[in-house]
Every structure is written in structure tokens, then in C-alpha cells.
């Protein structure tokens, strides 16, 4: 099956800082990708799509001067978490779709932030 | 827009029993529907799907069941082992469309 990986897996950042999380298609091109987020215990949460060379389109109540999101080629789409505060710390998945409507995911960054 | 609701949230099955997993949607106009099954600390992993073409579809011990008219469909886990201890999740999507999730069902498969 297609495979998407996340870099890093892991971070730890103080408040205030910014945070980049990477998002790869590995096998496959991917002209649209999502980024989730995940609060324990809880479903995945959309918080944007992210088309090859446009805009993100964010959901409504996501802070897009928060959540800068850039797709920059086929296989790659990043999240950076601005000025991140202890209420950002979270697990943030993306996930890239294949074809119509398959969507495959990456294995999450759980974010801290102290 | 689409909403889509799962039951039941936490499951519990004897090993060797099965295990069904229901959800409903509200948008007619879906006609795709993956199941992800997440372990802890990681991301969803697709273990099947169904069009709106098809009314049943099976991988093994798992299979999935589509009623279009009522806007039900299933997931039906049998001969259930250890590591299908994990949390569900079912979904729900239009072609080129965002895919809209249920919140989770918790399955726990005791020896």
C-alpha cells in the first residue's frame, strides 16, 4: 500500500518557539494532503487540506496564521506550529490521498510544548 | 454536511468471538467508506474500504457491509486475536471530498 512518513516522530519545543513537521509521500504522488490533529481519547480532528502549489484551505476555528502550512512539491507537504503555546501540544497526523478518495496516513508527531 | 455516527464507543470480545462495529451517515451523496484501525501512539491505518457500488466486501476476517437506503454500514471482525486490540474508526466521503469521521469505537479482545 502507498506509504507516508512524518518527520520528526517526536519533538519537545518551549513556549514561544515554532515547530516544522514534515510530511511525505513515499511511493506516490500526492496532489492533496490533510493534517489532522488528535486530542487523547478522541477522533482526528481536520484542520486543513493541502494542494501541490495553492493555498491551504483551513477548517473553520483553525488559526491559519498559527498552522503555516506549505505543499510544496508532489511529495511533500510541512506544518509549522507558530509561536507554539502548551495548549498546541497535540498529535498531529497528515494523511495524502490517492486517486479520488483513498487516504493514506503517517504514523502521527506528538507535539509538546513546555 | 456529512456527519457520521459510530457505536459503540468501547467493545469488549472474548478471543475467537467476532466483533461488529455500526455506523450511520446523513449525506446521501457519500459514496466512499474506509475503516482505519489506529494502535496507540500511532497514525490510522486504512484496513478497508467500500464504494457505494458494492454492497459487501471482505478481506479475510474482515468484512464490511454497505445499506445505502438506510445509511448504515458495518465493519465485522471474525475469529477476533490479540492484535485486533486497538481503536476503529469509520468513515465517510464524497469523490475529491474531505473524509469525514466517526469517533472511534475501542475494541478489547480478552483471553
Partial sequence: ?114 | GENVEQHPSTLSVQEGDSAVIKCTYSDSASNYFPWYKQELGKGPQLIIDIRSNVGEKKDQRIAVTLNKTAKHFSLHITETQPEDSAVYFCAASKRDDKIIFGKGTRLHILP
Avoid at chain 1, 490533529?37 to 493555498?55: H, I, V, Y
Avoid at chain 1, 505543499?71 to 509561536?83: C, E, K, R
Wanted: with cysteine; hydrophobic share 35%; proline share 4%.
Fill in chain 1, 1 to 114: 500500500g502507498a506509504v507516508v512518513s512524518q518527520h520528526p516522530s517526536r519533538v519537545i519545543c518551549k513556549s514561544g518557539t515554532s515547530v516544522k513537521i514534515e510530511c511525505r509521500s513515499l511511493d506516490f504522488q500526492a496532489t492533496t494532503m490533510f493534517w489532522y490533529r488528535q486530542f487523547p481519547k478522541q477522533s482526528l480532528m481536520l484542520m486543513a487540506t493541502s494542494n501541490e502549489g495553492s493555498k491551504a484551505t483551513y477548517e473553520q476555528g483553525v488559526e491559519k496564521d498559527k498552522f503555516l502550512i506549505n505543499h510544496a512539491s508532489l511529495t511533500l507537504s510541512t506544518l509549522t506550529v507558530t509561536s507554539a503555546h502548551p495548549e498546541d501540544s497535540s498529535f498531529y497526523i497528515c494523511s495524502a490521498r490517492v486517486g479520488a478518495a483513498e487516504q493514506y496516513f503517517g504514523p502521527g508527531t506528538r507535539l509538546t510544548v513546555t
